[in-house]
């Protein structure tokens, strides 16, 4: 999965850039806390966009997960001092096929992304199959 946060500049325009920086390692938290297994793996890729490697799961499984994500970041509030901050995120998501290359498998995870960002947002998306 690629999940990325949907309006982050906002977030940083509106509170100010230590917020945003709260709002990212809350979201880190609330992702790790819903990937337990040794085998998950949750990593910042960069800015508000996250990888989430789920060995042994397929696409319908990543979606059903993902489903939970998005409600779980939907509902809750991230409070720092006194700001309350809502947000949701969007989600690509790709099954590795064999004889993929990573890069090509991160290219149609990403492709998804952006995808569920472009038909708005606050949903998950699963890639073509290569």
Sequence with gaps: MMADID??????????????????KELVKSLQGMFTRDVDLVARMGGEEFAILLPDYTAETALKKADEVLERVRHDAFVHESHEIRFTISIGIAQLSPSETVAAWYKRADLALYNSKNTGRNKATVAATS
């Design 7 to 24: 309006h982050f500049k906002r977030i940083n325009d509106t509170y100010g850039h230590p917020i945003g920086d709260f709002v990212l």
